[in-house]
């Protein structure tokens, strides 16, 4: 019975055509790809951390390899260009108890045929500000940074995955 459902399953999903994200990625970036950071000075933690993440992305949503910038079929340059933090709520007394993280970031490659393609997106996230603890307002900034690149690792997903269709 199980082996029956799945067999429907598998006939449903390659007779409407559907084709997974990653398919399309590999037909433009190949089976290897390097990512080459370009560190914010600003904030070389966020930096580090978005190179990871990325990493992470394209090997289990990409299914790809990491490999070294000789081996690789293409390069992913990566690089925040600007972090903003805009004010989005105030307290009775005027201080601001809420701030929305907005990241800038930029992607390019160089694909397996030696086309270069660049794209500049951004994501943002919310954060509550501690006016007791300072620390706690760090934290909560650098976890919105994370957030926020995570929806731009998202973006290019998506747009790399549209150049290979």
């Known amino acids: ?11 449903i999903l390659t007779s409407c055509g559907y084709m997974p994200s990653a398919y399309y990625a590999q ?23 978005f190179k990871d993440s990325l990493n992470k992305a394209i090997v289990s ?26 004010s989005i709520a105030t307290n009775e007394q005027g201080f601001t108890t809420f701030y929305r993280a907005t990241v800038y970031v ?26 007791e603890n300072p620390l706690t307002t760090y934290n909560n900034r650098y976890y919105a940074i994370e957030e926020a690149l995570d929806q731009t690792i998202d973006k290019f997903i998506s747009q790399v995955s549209y150049q290979g269709k």
Request: charged content about 20%; aromatic content about 10%; glycine content about 4%.
């Open 27 to 49: 037909k433009i970036l190949g089976n290897s790809i390097y990512v080459k950071l370009i560190v914010n000075l600003a904030n070389p933690e966020n930096s580090v951390q």
């Open 61 to 86: 949503r990409f299914q790809n390899k990491l490999a070294s910038e000789q081996e690789a079929d293409s390069i992913i340059t990566i690089e925040i260009t600007n972090i903003t933090d805009t």
């Open 106 to 131: 930029t992607f390019s490659y160089d694909d397996k045929k030696g086309i270069k393609k660049s794209f500049k997106n951004s994501g943002y996230y919310d954060y509550a500000v501690s006016l």
């Open 1 to 11: 019975m199980k082996n029956t459902l799945l067999l429907i399953i598998f006939i």
